[in-house]
């Protein structure tokens, strides 16, 4: 059994879909394309398909991960060509790596974000970015199905910044998005993933509880990438390259072998 890993998008009007509107669009794409699919067993089978902390409804996306299984080998390049060109513009997979380690969940531990706050002007943002990195804590409620639930939510955010939308600053929203004219801030954030989840939405209301920000229309969110959170330099990581690592040392590995052996 093959295990290919894919990264894939969420883009323009496409991040309005929910995670299961994106399964049932990923399992027909799957069928279109004659993806050799394994199945679970027991009375229902579906597609062998782990899906990786997906992106909240709403919100774009940069770096979607989810994990198939097949019963025959793929060139996992061919593969993801086929899988785009059977996925409505806006999802789209921009890279596939065969997995060759263990463990792609684990290697998810914190996202990059960046919000679009339109009608935001950026010294203001800049203030209250100012108020939430000195804050010790930053309370925070969300609506559960158990009722409304109250958690710190400064722990998690390990980086947050304020760019000036309007002086030309390359960033994803302003290009993808909602593009605009007018001047607007832009935050860029790098948030853990810890238990309760802290999302982009909860970020904004720490800032409107330390610094009375509230943008007047909502953001425009998008994840820009998410893996493994480094401590010594501050970055997230690419999880797919241990694999390609991998792949790369298995063929460097497989040549060696085949110059050596007997003619």
């Not at 409304?148 to 939308?165: K, N």
Request: proline letters at 7%.
């Amino acid at each position: 059994m093959q295990r290919i890993r894919l990264r894939y998008t969420k883009r323009g009007r496409l991040r309005f879909t929910s995670h299961r509107d994106f399964q049932r669009a990923f399992e027909r794409a799957l069928r279109r394309a004659e993806v050799p699919m394994a199945y679970s067993a027991g009375f229902t089978p579906h597609p062998k398909v782990s899906y990786a902390n997906a992106a909240p409804t709403g919100t774009g996306s940069e770096a979607e991960y989810l994990e198939i299984a097949l019963t025959e080998a793929r060139d996992p390049e061919q593969l993801r060509v086929l899988l785009d060109e059977s996925l409505p513009a806006g999802l789209d997979v921009i890279e596939a790596v065969e997995a060759r380690t263990s463990g792609l969940a684990d290697r998810l531990t914190a996202s990059v974000w960046e919000l679009r706050l339109d009608g935001v002007d950026p010294a203001d943002a800049g203030r209250a970015v100012a108020a939430f990195d000195a804050a010790d804590a930053v309370e925070v409620q969300r609506m559960t199905k158990n009722g409304v639930r109250t958690f710190d939510a400064r722990p998690a955010v390990v980086h947050l910044e304020s760019l000036d939308g309007s002086d030309g600053t390359e960033t994803h929203t302003s290009r993808a998005d909602r593009p605009t004219d007018q001047p607007c801030a832009i935050l860029r954030l790098v948030v853990r993933h810890v238990t309760p989840a802290v999302r982009p939405d909860d970020v904004l209301s720490g800032l409107r509880a330390v610094a009375d920000l509230a943008p007047p229309v909502p953001a425009a969110v998008t994840r820009l990438a998410q893996g493994l959170f480094d401590e010594e330099t501050g970055t997230v990581t690419d999880p797919l390259a241990p694999d390609r690592e991998a792949a790369t040392a298995a063929t460097e590995a497989e040549t060696a072998a085949a110059a050596t052996a007997p003619a």
